[in-house]
């Protein structure tokens, strides 16, 4: 059975944590507020493990999530400064499972943290690491941030493809950004 961990995916990532679910036998999903969210799909809900957890205290949600472990799939939303804990679920990933990290617009600056999250996951070659980079959309001379169905959209692309790094939306002209 395929096992899928979901970590920040209930608000605008919630229709590609779906989409994780969909291939999945059973998906660990850890949230501050885990225990109040559904798939609104009675096999998805059925496969789901809540897991009321903030990763704000790292120590107490790695020790709940890692008796589940290892896992095939993830799609996570982790604030950069996590560093460590990003390695920590690196390291619960099974042989051949894809890991696909979502990061903000910030992250994709020369040098930045995407670029520096990619090398530091080379010391996990058993798994594939797929990137997301949140940009915005320019529509009609104005700029927007991406709508939750876009960056859900992007995350999906990634799922499926295992493409190293999808951008959603753009992230140039940087001085255009809303």
Same mark, same amino acid.
Do not use: C
């Given at each position: 059975m395929r096992k899928a961990l979901l970590i920040?995916?209930?608000g605008m990532l919630a229709q590609a944590a779906?989409?994780? *679910?969909?291939?999945?036998?059973?998906?660990?999903?850890?949230?501050?507020?885990?225990?109040?969210?559904?798939? *609104?799909?009675?096999?998805?809900?059925?496969?789901?493990?809540?897991?009321?957890?903030?990763y704000a205290r790292p120590s107490r949600f790695?020790?709940?999530?890692?008796?589940?472990? !290892?896992?095939?799939? $993830?799609?996570?939303?982790?604030? !950069?400064?996590?560093?460590?804990?990003?390695?920590?679920?690196?390291?619960?990933?099974? +042989? %051949?499972?894809?890991?696909? &990290?979502?990061?903000?617009?910030?992250?994709? =600056?020369?040098?930045?943290?995407? %670029?520096?999250? $990619?090398? $530091?996951?080379?010391?996990? !070659?058993?798994? =594939?690491?797929?990137?997301?980079?949140?940009?915005?959309?320019? &529509?009609?001379? +104005?700029?927007?941030?991406?709508?939750?169905?876009?960056?859900?959209?992007?995350?999906? +692309?990634?799922?499926?493809?295992?493409?190293?790094?999808?951008?959603?939306?753009?992230?140039?002209?940087? &001085?255009?950004?809303?």
């Amino acid at each position: 059975m395929r096992k899928a961990l979901l970590i920040g995916t209930t608000g605008m990532l919630a229709q590609a944590a779906g989409e994780l *679910a969909a291939g999945a036998g059973k998906t660990v999903l850890a949230a501050r507020n885990a225990s109040a969210f559904r798939f *609104a799909n009675p096999r998805l809900d059925a496969g789901l493990r809540k897991i009321d957890a903030d990763y704000a205290r790292p120590s107490r949600f790695l020790g709940l999530i890692r008796p589940e472990a !290892p896992f095939d799939m $993830a799609l996570t939303w982790i604030r !950069p400064q996590a560093e460590e804990m990003r390695n920590a679920i690196a390291r619960m990933m099974a +042989k %051949d499972a894809l890991l696909v &990290e979502v990061m903000g617009s910030g992250a994709s =600056r020369p040098g930045g943290f995407a %670029d520096k999250r $990619a090398k $530091a996951m080379r010391l996990f !070659p058993h798994i =594939r690491y797929a990137q997301v980079i949140l940009g915005f959309v320019i &529509e009609d001379g +104005k700029s927007r941030w991406l709508t939750h169905e876009e960056i859900s959209s992007a995350a999906i +692309k990634a799922i499926r493809s295992g493409d190293k790094r999808t951008i959603a939306g753009r992230l140039e002209p940087w &001085e255009k950004r809303p």
